[in-house]
């Protein structure tokens, strides 16, 4: 990736599994919003949301393999593998606030409220379950719920439990809805 100089990058300077497509909705749904972001990686996806929100907040273990972006590092191998090269993406956006963790630990002890919760990071049904329900009481009435990569079945049915299918918006592998639209299974 050509680095860029003289200003902050945008989200398409950024390397990541975040379609260009993907990526201006969520600009769009971003816009003037406060936002929570669970799974970050490099950045891509919250340069785009900073881009138009008021706030974005993002949680992650920056723990990713860098050659295998699906695969986890686990805990007993030392060090962050993505933190310098998100900070480094990050540069220059005031509106982007971090922390790192794993969602399970950092979400119960948030005291703000988001407009938006964007759940990215580990794609297994139980985790997005928690999250789901992590996140329920600190998206307002009106928030939006938005998931990457809807098209993975295990990711998929823990989102069909809380929100009705008919009611999710859809962009290739982006999928979002009110949270009005959905329910409490928990």
């Known amino acids: 990736m050509k680095e860029v100089t003289g200003r902050m990058k945008e989200w398409k ?29 490099k950045g891509r996806s919250t340069i785009a949301m900073a881009s138009t929100a008021k706030h974005v907040f993002t949680i992650d273990t920056f723990r990713a393999d860098t050659t295998r972006p699906s695969y986890q590092i686990p805990d007993n191998v030392s060090g ?79 989102v069909v439990a809380v929100f009705d299918e008919s009611k999710l918006t859809k962009i290739h592998t982006l999928a979002w809805a009110h949270k009005r639209d959905g329910k409490k299974i928990w």
Not at 13 to 39: Q, S, T, W, Y
Not at 94 to 103: H, P, Q
Not at 153 to 158: D, F, I, K, P, V
């Open 80 to 158: 962050h593998t993505t933190l310098d090269i998100f900070n480094r993406n990050i540069k220059g956006y005031d509106n982007i606030e971090y922390m790192i963790g794993l969602s399970e630990e950092i979400l119960p002890t948030l005291d703000k409220m988001f407009d938006l919760v964007f759940i990215d990071g580990c794609h297994d049904k139980e985790q997005v379950e928690i999250e789901i329900k992590l996140s329920w009481d600190l998206i307002k009435d009106d928030g939006i719920f938005i998931f990457h990569d809807i098209n993975l079945g295990r990711l998929r049915q823990a």
């Open 13 to 41: 300077d950024v390397h990541g599994m975040f379609p260009p497509k993907e990526a201006r909705a969520l600009v769009k749904l971003a816009k003037d919003k406060n936002c929570l972001e669970i799974g970050s990686y």
